[in-house]
């Protein structure tokens, strides 16, 4: 490896951690948006949704100079086309944090309901730690971090249906509560799909390491 592309990779590693930890900041606001009704944060996370917009344009773009500039093979080929993939994944996951924060403000004006402790609890501590740890993956190249958060995927998939069937429950008690747990029912949707980004980091990273492309197999890993 030459020392310039050395230095670019360098510096792209530095870049996909900067958006993630923007990434992760936003997720973690609108979780507590959320769960403590809290509309100002819902309202930040709304405000920089183009400042995580606009890094991921930049780490494409510096992506797409070293290929055309160093023309890398091998791991180094394989890490550029690994940070393309987890540059767009950390934007989508942007998107779903703006998203909950849109929820979180709209069940602010709405009279409160009693939250499942699937999304207090399990799936809000739990995708917190699958995106951090996801993250944490990368920058170490960490196998076995990496599998677990592939492991904890099916954890928050749980607690997404159980959210379906204790709203379903309220709804059918109490009528004046529909509109709130459909709201409730959406984040819960996002979430998941968050849960599943972080996976798809997972398993980015044991391509990157192993050269094994382990999606549509999570369970056997």
Do not use: W
């Amino acid at each position: 490896m030459s020392l310039h592309l050395q230095h670019d990779l360098t510096a792209l590693n530095k870049e996909i951690l900067h958006l993630g930890t923007m990434v992760e900041t936003a997720i973690n606001k609108a979780i507590r948006s959320l769960v403590d009704r809290r509309p100002e944060l819902a309202e930040s996370v709304i405000k920089e949704e183009h400042l995580v917009n606009r890094k991921e344009v930049e780490i494409e773009e510096h992506c797409l100079q070293i290929l055309a500039l160093h023309q890398p093979v091998a791991t180094d080929l394989r890490l550029i086309v690994v940070i393309l993939k987890v540059n767009n994944d950390l934007e989508r996951m942007g998107d779903f944090a703006v998203n909950i924060a849109n929820r979180a403000l709209s069940l602010c004006r709405e009279a409160p309901i009693p939250y499942p402790s699937e999304i207090t609890k399990t799936m809000s501590r739990g995708i917190s730690m699958m995106v951090q740890n996801s993250l944490d993956a990368l920058v170490k190249l960490d196998v076995d971090l990496a599998r677990q958060v592939i492991q904890m995927d099916d954890e928050i998939d749980e607690a997404n249906r159980q959210m379906y069937v204790e709203l379903q429950a309220l709804m059918e008690q109490d009528s004046s509560t529909i509109k709130q747990a459909i709201e409730l029912l959406s984040t819960s949707r996002y979430l998941e799909r968050i849960a599943d980004l972080a996976t798809n980091i997972a398993e980015e990273v044991i391509f990157i390491v192993e050269g094994e492309v382990v999606r549509h197999q999570a369970h056997k890993t």
